[in-house]
């Protein structure tokens, strides 16, 4: 009587643990991650959602933009700055707000998962430039490009548009 008690345990907790794992796998499969080797082999990475789909997620001009509903974390492994401002080690969230002429990237430093933007935590702004891209990705796609021995170009493209700002290594 015993032995089919502790079966059935078991095999709940098998069956839940499954799907927990499901569910991860799920997420994980939205996940990408791009990041830029500084020539003294620091880096500077971002992982982002790239999923997409829901109206929510569509850019406005002069609101915050999570795309994808969340906002990308940005991972700095040497002092950087964007648009002259510094940038510490460390791990922060990034957003963008975008207008008809140029998109601004937003580096702040709330890494909470699903916290609301807030402006007073922000460590640095950053004007990015726009272009039009020929064949328009399906989904966020986010980049980096090293432009320099210290410097690497940030890229996000959606729908027809790409957006580009630089970090410099201090």
């Known amino acids: 009587m015993r032995a089919p008690a502790i079966c059935i345990v078991v095999l709940g907790q098998v069956l839940v643990a499954n799907a927990a794992y499901a569910q991860k796998q799920d997420a994980d499969a939205h996940t990408a991650t791009a990041f830029c080797d500084f020539d003294d082999n620091q880096e500077i990475s971002v992982r982002y959602n790239s999923a997409t789909g829901t109206s929510k997620e569509e850019p406005r001009n002069g609101k915050v933009w999570l795309p994808a509903g969340s906002a990308l974390t940005l991972f700095v492994g040497a002092p950087v700055s964007l648009n002259n401002t510094p940038i510490p080690v460390g791990a922060y969230s990034v957003y963008i707000i975008p207008n008809r002429k140029e998109w601004t ?5 709330n890494v909470t ?7 007073a935590q922000d460590v640095a702004r950053g004007a990015m430039e726009l272009g039009e891209v020929d064949s328009p990705p399906g989904q966020l796609q986010v980049s980096f490009a090293h ?3 210290k410097q690497c170009s940030i890229r996000l493209y959606y729908g027809k548009i790409g957006a580009f700002a630089e970090f410099a290594e201090k």
Do not use: I, R
């Open 113 to 119: 998962p699903g916290a609301a933007y807030d402006q």
């Open 105 to 109: 990237l937003v580096v702040n430093k």
């Open 147 to 149: 432009v320099g021995p």
